[in-house]
Structure formats: C-alpha cells, structure tokens
T-cell receptor, first 115, second 117 residues
Framework: AQKVTQAQTEISVVEKEDVTLDCVYE???????LFWYKQPPSGELVFLIR??????QNEISGRYSWNFQKSTSSFNFTITASQVVDSAVYFC????????????FGQGTELSVKP | KAGVTQTPRYLIKTRGQQVTLSCSPI?????VSWYQQTPGQGLQFLFE???????NKGNFPGRFSGRQFSNSRSEMNVSTLELGDSALYLC????????????????FGSGTRLTVV
C-alpha cells in the first residue's frame, strides 16, 4: 500500500524565519514519483516540484529547497526567509510507476507566516 | 495560455439530487483526473480519463461517474447526493497518457465547491 504522512498539521512562523515541512512516504514500488503542491485560499493546487525515485539530488529554487532521502523515505521541503505570501496549505504526494496518474496525497500542512 | 477551467465554482444541492461538474483541460492536454477534497478525508483520487476512456478509478461508490469527450473536456456526475459528498472537487490535466503523465506532472483547476444540504 502507498501512504504519505505529513505529521505537521499546522505551522506558524514569523516572516523571515526558515521553515521545514516534513513528508514521509511508504511504497513498495521501486520506481515512483514524489511531488509538492501549494494550495492557496483560492483552492487550486499549484505544482512546486516533482522528483523521481532515482534522483536523490537535493534541489533549490529561489527560497525553496527540497531534501529527498530514500534511506528514511522522506522528502522534506524548506522555505528560507519565509514571506506572508507563502501562507498556504502544502501537500506532499506520491505516485507509483504502476499507478497511472493517480496521486496519493498527505493530509497537508497549513503554513501561516505572520508579518 | 488558459489553465484548467472548472465550472461552476460553487454549487448548492439538496440530498438526493444529482449534479454534474465540468472540467476543460489546458489546450492540448489529453489526460484528465478528478479528486475530491474534504476536511476529514483530504485529497482522494476519483478517476482518470484519457482519449475518452477511463484508465484508472479510485475507491468511490458507483454514484460517482465521469466521462471524457473527444475534445478532452470531462464531466463528473454524482447521483443521489449525500451530505458527505460536500467537498471541493478538483480536476487536473496532463499532456501525456496516464502511464507517462508523471513525467510532465498535472495542472490543477481551482475546483468546484459542492455543498449538499
């Protein structure tokens, strides 16, 4: 069975603080994909990153960075110098190579960045 | 370039009624997926269509159905609505067939918020 766990339900930080959102996954597939999406109050899921199981390189995109560790089945997301506009719900998702396009989502972490 | 368009944005229905939600994918995208989002269950996969054929289905009762048209637009239908069907229904489209779509990712629409009273 596939499962994604985001243990942090809510996080509140003050602007300019760094914040890390945790994601732990379970899968028996050897080939799989991991995703992070952002959901602002408007509702749509905004794609942030996709990582396949063979690529463990960490990635940095501006203030965003992702740490993928297969040994601990984790795919954590860090926002450096957070801003109020980062306030949203963030979802980690998993899809196995045999699942077609089906995404298994975590429960989400609601991030609140206060000025 | 227009994104994924879902209509209507908001809908209020009465228990027992049926409802049809519409999704227009990004031009050129042929895969369309549907998800249900509720506070209790989170985001759950409903089904996926490609070339007018359902390619994948989640664990939902038969009251939930969908279809895809030749222009890739998709509709989902929920019959005999229950209070628990109140949710945000999200549609996503991808450029590739389901087996390859993960290489390109999915673009989501803003959703239809359905309230059943």
């Amino acid at each position: 069975a596939q499962k994604v766990t985001q243990a942090q339900t809510e996080i509140s930080v003050v602007e300019k603080e760094d914040v890390t959102l945790d994601c732990v996954y379970e899968t028996r597939d050897t080939t799989y994909y991991l995703f992070w999406y952002k959901q602002p109050p408007s509702g749509e899921l905004v794609f942030l990153i996709r990582r396949n199981s063979f690529d463990e390189q960490n990635e940095i995109s501006g203030r965003y960075s992702w740490n993928f560790q297969k040994s601990t089945s984790s795919f954590n997301f860090t926002i450096t110098a957070s801003q109020v506009v980062d306030s949203a719900v963030y979802f980690c998702a998993l899809s196995g190579s045999n699942q077609g396009g089906k995404l298994i989502f975590g429960q989400g972490t609601e991030l609140s960045v206060k000025p | 370039k227009a994104g994924v368009t879902q209509t209507p944005r908001y809908l209020i229905k009465t228990r027992g009624q049926q409802v049809t939600l519409s999704c227009s994918p990004i031009s050129g995208h042929r895969s369309v997926s549907w998800y249900q989002q509720t506070p209790g269950q989170g985001l759950q996969f409903l089904f996926e269509y490609f070339s007018e054929t359902q390619r994948n289905k989640g664990n939902f009762p038969g009251r939930f159905s969908g279809r895809q048209f030749s222009n890739s637009r998709s509709e989902m239908n929920v019959s005999t609505l229950e209070l628990g069907d109140s949710a945000l229904y999200l549609c996503a489209s991808s450029l590739s067939p389901p087996g390859q779509s993960l290489n390109y990712g999915y673009t989501f629409g803003s959703g239809t918020r359905l309230t059943v009273v």
